[in-house]
């Protein structure tokens, strides 16, 4: 029990490391952005969005180099499935917000594809190089849409659109934003550190497959900085934003982080998360559509089917856990 207590309170440590460490690179990123007059709004689709999926890539990385693939792979697909689940669904919860049209018609039905991807990929039981080129191809290619987009159409928002971008920073010396960066950079590669070899350590303690661990705490530990960006965005009345954020977030996670990482080390396939988690993680991105496309808008009535449809799931896989345990 004393090593389950401290290896929860290094877990703890860790994804505060990460938390903050995303907070500080974000910031002091989109600061040198827009210090160099890159419009506020092709910061947010890309440095911003790039920046809330960081903890997710450094905990992939380093997993995937620990010989604990599967946990990077259960991160992922976690990821996914709270952002969706969790995230969108406690922002509609705290603060109902009408959809664009256009999001349902643009970002959604490319996060829907990448995921199609992602899972027919492992069809085969493994994410390997090729699969990773086609998956970083895919990426690049949606950062030129996303930039080739916000030029066709003017842009209204300034830098208190974006949550995570202060003006202090903006206007800070050179010194400061590079000191945010560095620190971190710093902060992610210590917390993700702690992270991963804490979580490996309490799959043991248990007796459960680290994909359980990557599936549960630690996709819902490197989903917080989502979590914190679409609340925030939706009390202001941007519920919009909080939308793009997810679907943002889920492209970034299977083509950026899973491409990247399928690039240096491939990533093993179970046939569990072929037959069980892929279909999970497609069916509640499937479910954002009627939800969402019904009334142009997400209520309270919607993020509480989503939050809901996300706990029954949690509830499933800790009972998976609890029937393989071993005993402490």
Not at 37 to 61: D, K, Q
Not at 308 to 326: H, P
């Amino acid at each position: 029990m004393e090593k389950l207590l401290l290896e929860g309170l290094f877990f703890a440590i860790g994804l505060a490391f990460l938390y903050y460490g995303a907070e500080w690179l974000v910031r002091g990123s989109a600061a040198v952005a827009l210090r160099h007059g890159i419009r506020p709004l092709v910061v947010g689709l890309t440095v911003v969005a790039m920046g809330t999926s960081l903890p997710e890539f450094v905990v992939n990385f380093l997993a995937a180099f620990q010989n604990t693939p599967e946990l990077a792979l259960g991160n992922i697909i976690g990821s996914n499935i709270a952002n969706i689940g969790l995230i969108l669904g406690a922002a509609a919860l705290v603060a109902p917000f009408r959809i664009d049209a256009r999001t349902l018609r643009k970002e959604y039905p490319i996060m829907m594809a990448a995921m199609l991807a992602f899972s027919f990929m492992g069809i085969d039981g493994v994410i390997g190089f090729w699969d990773g080129i086609l998956l970083f191809s895919g990426f690049i290619a949606f950062i030129l849409f996303l930039v080739r987009d916000a030029q066709k159409n003017p842009y209204k928002t300034n830098i208190a659109d974006i949550p995570e971008v202060r003006k202090e920073d903006v206007q800070a010396p050179g010194w400061k934003r590079g000191i945010l960066i560095a620190g971190g950079i710093v902060a992610l590669t210590g917390g993700a550190r702690l992270m991963v070899s804490s979580a490996v350590s309490i799959a043991e303690l248990f007796g459960v497959n680290p994909i359980i661990i990557g599936l549960t705490i630690v996709a819902i530990g490197t989903s917080l900085p989502e979590l914190a960006t679409s609340v925030v965005g939706a009390v202001r009345g941007e519920g919009d934003l909080s939308l793009g954020n997810v679907l943002g977030s889920n492209l970034f996670n299977v083509l950026f982080v899973i491409g990247g990482v399928a690039l240096i080390k491939p990533l093993p396939v179970s046939t569990e998360a072929v037959y069980l988690h892929f279909p999970v993680m497609l069916a509640f991105g499937i479910l954002v559509f009627p939800l969402a496309e019904f009334g142009k808008k997400l209520g309270r009535f919607e993020g509480a089917t989503l939050l809901t449809a996300f706990f029954v799931y949690m509830g499933y896989l800790i009972y998976i856990a609890s029937m393989s345990r071993s005993p402490l």
